[in-house]
């Protein structure tokens, strides 16, 4: 009884805290809110050009992937505006299957992460300069290894766990003073040189400004063409055509998909949607490729990809006209007759 009383006395006085803590914020910074991160085309700042390659060169090596740490995804801009969560993605200890976070396929909002639990890196308070960057995970965490730099020569013993399975902290702005106080030396990069005064000056000037990113440029027309040809190569209406794409989906959905007559520039994942060829995708989200879609025909689109690749991850497959033609003759040209494409269905 008295260890249930202190546990339970405990949970309180934590949430006293951290109630206390988000007041002392939105006095400071102003309540929290989703905010608008689309810049304009004249924006003084590409966060492309200028800042997303600093991200590649000293972030990605451990924020890619699933599995970044505190999911907090930096291989396009829509990972960084999601934020943070310390819910883990794998948990060797759970009994049943944990919520899905796939950046893209499980949330298609930023206010649809903040409901299922990811807390913002870039400041969502009041919008000024000087709170873009108070208010924000993101700077405190560069600014924390800008004041404590790595020790020269051979780092301490048990100042760093890199362990795979360590404990994570994802600190919260409102967690930040006591982070800094306990570990004054994990700002970030983790157990890396801080970033160069160059890269901190562009990181700065864009936090700044807003951390806003453009959207992409349209795909040129040599990319629009072989998408048009290959979604219509997918969506053929017959019960034979329906079975052929539903196998190869379940074999490339996670492909990076490319067209070698057009280029590698871009990339493309291939995704079922609830809507057809021409009309805005409408993400089909299964934890299996082999679930039921929960539709009578899903759509199989070719979604562009704009992450940034990564070895680990990285899966190319091209499409080309040689491989339709094979195709062709090994699932469409054979007399066979289809009378109706099963599903199989999750009841767990």
């Known amino acids: 009884m008295t260890n249930r009383f202190l546990t339970l006395a405990l949970i309180v006085v934590i949430a006293g805290c951290t109630a206390l803590a988000v007041r002392n914020a939105d006095e400071r910074y102003g309540p929290q809110a989703v905010r608008d991160r689309v810049a304009s085309t004249n924006s003084p700042i590409d966060y492309q050009h200028a800042v997303e390659p600093i991200f590649n060169r000293r972030c990605l090596v451990c924020h890619a992937c699933y599995d970044a740490p505190c999911q907090l995804k930096m291989q396009n801009f829509a990972g960084l505006d999601r934020g943070a969560t310390p819910a883990p993605v794998y948990d060797s200890a759970r009994l049943l299957e944990a919520p899905l976070t796939r950046l893209g396929i499980d949330a298609q909002t930023t206010q649809q992460w903040r409901d299922k639990g990811f807390h913002p890196v870039l400041n969502e308070r009041n919008q000024t300069p000087q709170n873009d960057l108070a208010a924000s995970v993101l700077y405190n965490m560069l600014a924390l290894k800008a004041r404590n730099p790595l020790p020269q020569g051979v780092l301490p013993a048990g100042l760093f766990d890199f362990s795979a399975d360590r404990a994570q902290s994802c600190a919260t702005l409102e967690q930040m003073p006591k982070y800094a106080e306990e570990h004054p030396q994990w700002g970030m990069p983790f157990g890396l040189p801080a970033l160069t005064s ?124 040689n491989r339709m033609a094979r195709w062709q003759s090994l699932f469409m040209t054979p007399e066979y007759k289809v009378v109706a494409v099963a599903v199989e269905r999750d009841d767990g």
């Not at 629009?224 to 997918?234: G, I």
């Open 198 to 321: 160059a890269e901190t000056r562009s990181v700065t000037e864009w936090l700044s400004a807003g951390a806003k990113a453009r959207l992409p440029d349209p795909l040129s027309d040599s990319y629009q063409r072989n998408v048009n040809e290959w979604e219509a190569f997918f969506n053929g209406d017959s019960l034979k055509a329906q079975l052929m794409s539903r196998y190869m989906y379940e074999h490339l959905f996670l492909a990076d998909i490319y067209f070698d007559e057009a280029g590698t520039d871009e990339h493309f994942r291939l995704v079922r949607s609830t809507t057809p060829p021409g009309q805005p995708i409408g993400i089909i989200a299964m934890r299996r490729p082999y679930d039921d879609p929960g539709v009578a025909r899903p759509f199989y689109r070719l979604q562009r990809n704009d992450e940034t690749r990564v070895s680990k991850t990285h899966m190319a497959y091209a499409l080309n006209a």
